[in-house]
């Protein structure tokens, strides 16, 4: 099974930036993430792709890396892309040291243990992923009850909206996984 | 009206080398977008988001510039958002030099007097656009069996997807699209 | 591009009372409205919709003439019909005397600065024109709450009804609007 | 229960000729129909009601009668309105002689005992009843296919689109059949 | 008509223990359900099935049978299921001794005449009947403010979950209700 | 966290009948399927659960027992149903020795890699789960296209109802998959 519908390329082909910054997270992985190899035809797509990464998921934020995780997981099962959901619930369970909340959450979010503060979280994350047009006020007001402050609902609104566009890059490219991905973090914690 | 629920700065606040990129978009307008105004907060997204909007719509493509404003008005009607409506479609008007086609694409793609690929183009991306989880490759054949080449539906994805993330944006923030948008291109042609 | 997908006739083919009815508002307006050229072939259908039109829309009522467009826009715009929408979006600018309130309340009447009465109303009345089914007491009684008596909540469905036959009739024959309801109305008012 | 959420009023309360139009009705069928009496105290739009349900079920048609009832029963059963699923399911059975089409064509007409002309005529129906904005020319030359000239099309749609109107204004009042609607024709004939 | 897709068999085909609990049934109706007849040739699942029935339809509840049946009606009518509307409908006129419930809660059972205890439970059986993954803890909560017990509950839930079924199998079948179902319990009541 | 929202009970509690047919299901996974435990205080129910699930998934079918699975984990995916889809998910991949399949199908059976055949099982079964109402004589046919016979489209329908249920029952439990389930069949094969 070819990783994409479309051109694959090599971490060679790229301008010497741009593959330095993909390497050393090949080197953490042990493996370069099929989503880098998809784009590399593409370099300035590239290149922003990694830059609006890097400021929503790297920057301090009220919300921790594993919630960070957990909206991608429920949006992005909220538009069934493989790709997102399968790497980003190995990020999560990395993250959250949880080996099941990537599973119960791209399941149904609904019924997964998260705190009542994510469960308000969630909810606006897959409706602003799934029915956009029906945001409003109301909504950022329960956020804000729910203790999020404005660069937190900007956060989740942005990384719901980043991962709008790489759920359709996904399934636009029928970008697949790679095999690490399925297994990460699957090991139940002995502590 | 505020342009934005959240913080909205100035392009004074805003880095050298970012308001180096607006100052003369502003220029060719006549105004500031809001959009631009109201991610000055965050310059980093706003670099990215700059960025991928430069990549996907002054590339080279099979597809006009016209044809890619096209898409961002379906799939941002779809959607229900104002901002991109209202300042895309001004955008389409100026480039297509047709006073009605944005109106008529926003509200309803399927009776607009396209061309037949056009019409293809536009039921791919307003489904992708709504409902990625079904698009799969008899999609990608009907594109390639209306002309469309590998790049093209690259393209046409990728437009999509951005403003699936714009969208999201613009709801998230309740963006008021400036003025001059809704007037802009609404002279019918004498020609 | 033809006005109709079926027959078109003309102020000549039609009854002298008939006739008589439509010459004034053809004065008035400078152009014949399409819909009324659509449907000359079947006077006893055209006269009826004129009957009723005129008892909803002419009627002294709880609801301005202005409130009125609005429930057409909304509503015909939740049906994505373009004609509904172009020709009563130009009558809405012209009895509202508000050039942008038509292209908000089309794209996404949640997101419009209308008055919150003018928010339930919208409400009520674009549910009533989706989901007819969902419809109750608790619905009506929203509707009181907001200060809306049992005559205009008959109006505010009602004029949902009529325009929900009305939407299909021109979605039915790909009905066109007359170029002059693109433009009419979009001048920003000096004053 | 009351018949209707709004005042009701009786036959005394008409104007004479709007009266004159009812009594024989009332006459045939041995009581007044519910929703008449729901529209009394609005007489002008009751006479437009009046005409254009005589304009669109009376007509010589190439639908026959009990074709036309089958598509107020479909679409109505779609909008889920109980006054004219059941009012018209009675006079669908008087019509066709057949005492469990009704049920059949409410609970769900793809799987009743029609033509296949008759097939065509409710799918095209119940979409044009629940999604307006997807009909289109391919849906029409469907029909032109199944035999259906223009007239007969336009038949189709603007009984649908009566009827839209009607469900909305039946949920709208809660609007109660008559008792009789409920067993009218459904003996099962001896012959 | 044949009353099913597949095979159909005769209760002469079953093994006596099976046969033996179909034939009182068929006695004290006068017929053979179809529904029967279309499983006689899997008399393992057929055993199940009537297994599953009979401790849900036939145990004790704190629900009525009456009202067992309601949820039977108004889940199989969200599904648009000929054969057990109208078998069930039947049963319900029957069992509540009111000629019009089954049409009124089949047609929208909002705006049916019940309790409001029942409608909690109406509202709540739907809802699981068509979109699972939406219950929650809240759901079952107002449930129990509307005075179910855990054990209601479990009934209203599982007797949802078996129409599920019975519904799928009903329309895989396109299984045919007997004649008799249309008319059983039809005459108002005289008392 | 409980395995489920109402009483559980062990099998201790159940007539010997019953426990002896789920102890060597027990022993076999070296556990108890938190299921079981959830019915307990329903034996009859149980009984006909266990009946019914037997005579399904144990039956020689034209269907292989992962197919089977397969479907049971894609239907259950469409209602969002947590223990079926992480519990069948365990038995597809150690009945498929394939550790990737069941997060493939359970995020998105379009994108799964299956074959053409099981492609055409899964579209009908999913469509079954989730619009029962839409299916007819065209889906059966496309079954039989795809060389399914009789018995076999009668075993895809029935599989589905079935789960049809058990998704509800497990969503109205809120049930909890034990722990062994996620992580079963998961280690990929080294031939």
Excluded at 10 to 23: F, M, N, V
Excluded at 88 to 100: F, M, N, Q, T, W
Excluded at 162 to 176: G, P, V, W
Aim: negative net charge; charged residues 30%.
């Amino acid at each position: 099974m070819p990783i994409s519908r479309f051109t694959v390329g090599t971490l060679a082909d790229l301008p010497d930036e741009l593959r330095r910054r993909i390497e050393p997270i090949a080197e953490r992985s042990g493996f370069v993430p099929n989503v880098f190899l998809s784009m590399i035809h593409r370099p300035s797509e590239l290149a922003a792709f990694l830059d609006y990464h890097e400021a929503l998921m790297e920057r301090d934020s009220g919300l921790t890396k594993a919630e960070r995780e957990m909206i991608v997981v429920a949006t992005s099962a909220a538009n069934e892309c493989l790709y997102c959901v399968v790497a980003h619930g190995a990020i999560l369970r990395v993250r959250s040291r949880d080996s099941e909340i990537a599973d119960r959450i791209a399941t149904n979010w609904r019924t997964a243990p998260v705190t009542d503060r994510q469960r308000v979280m969630l909810d606006f994350a897959t409706r602003l992923a799934r029915s956009p047009e029906d945001i409003g006020e109301a909504d950022i007001e329960r956020l804000r009850e729910a203790g999020f402050d404005d660069d937190d609902i900007w956060d989740i609104g942005s990384i719901t909206g980043f991962f709008a566009l790489s759920n359709r890059m996904a399934q636009l490219l029928d970008l697949q996984p790679n095999a690490e991905f399925f297994v990460m973090g699957r090991q139940p914690r002995s502590d």
